[in-house]
């Protein structure tokens, strides 16, 4: 089936960049995107997510953009900080039924 | 405010062994679900069930059965373990409405090891 899939396997930021996380989706019928991040030993924790009708929505530090046109999505944080550091999902929902996730991009904050 | 719980936390298991993974929500959420966790494979859907009574398969169910049991909770069964089952388990539920999936609350894992 068709899968969401992520850029970069791996982000190397400084404290304090902004860190853009970009996805790309092959279903253009998928309504539905979040992000999740994930850190190690924990389940994925939501952070944002943004519905087809919408191309941008902001959360505290947190942006996602959806371009719908080359089926892109992406996720932006502001003032990385060094708790920020951990695997970031992003999820796309098809049909309804149950949410695809892309590899992860993992992230990582050096002081 | 447990959200989703998973029991156990951890599992060895021999080749050819049963068992369950439990999950239970306190949520009041229509939707459940079961991923497994590989590494560089993100989160692959096993099992779902959209409302009590009902159960799907998803991207992986070759190996797995489920029941939900009541709205609360819905448990994985291994009914002959393989090492290639070797991984962490999700389980997750959800508000899903008439217009699609809503954001999923995760439990925080099942991680578990087939020798």
């Known amino acids: 089936g068709e899968n969401v899939g992520l850029h970069l396997p791996t982000l190397s930021v400084q404290e304090g960049d902004n860190s853009i996380i970009n996805c790309a989706y092959s279903?253009?019928?998928?309504?539905?995107f979040i992000w999740y991040k994930q850190e190690s030993g924990k389940g994925p924790q939501f952070i944002i997510d943004i519905r087809s009708n919408m191309d941008k929505r902001q959360g505290q530090r947190v942006t996602v953009l959806l371009n719908k046109t080359v089926k892109h999505l992406s996720l932006q944080i502001a003032a990385t900080q060094p708790g920020d550091s951990a695997v970031y999902f992003c999820?796309?929902?098809?049909?309804?039924?149950?949410?695809?996730f892309g590899k992860g991009t993992t992230l990582s904050v050096s002081s | 405010n447990a959200g989703v719980t998973q029991t156990p936390k951890f599992q060895v298991l021999k080749t050819g062994q049963s068992m369950t993974l439990q999950c239970a929500q306190d949520m009041n959420h229509n939707s459940m679900y079961w991923y497994r966790q590989d590494p560089g494979m993100g989160l692959r859907l096993i099992y779902y069930s959209a409302s009590e009574g009902t159960t799907d398969k998803g991207e992986v169910p070759n190996g797995y059965n489920v029941s939900r049991l009541n709205k609360r909770e819905f448990s994985l069964r291994l009914e002959s373990a393989a090492p290639s089952q070797t991984s962490v388990y999700f389980c997750?539920?959800?508000?899903?409405?008439?217009?699609?999936?809503?954001?999923?609350?995760f439990g925080s894992g099942t991680r578990l090891t087939v020798v």
């Open positions: 279903n253009s019928a998928s309504d539905y």
């Open positions: 997750a539920s959800s508000e899903a409405g008439q217009t699609g999936v809503y954001g999923y609350t």
């Open positions: 999820a796309e929902n098809q049909a309804g039924t149950a949410l695809i």
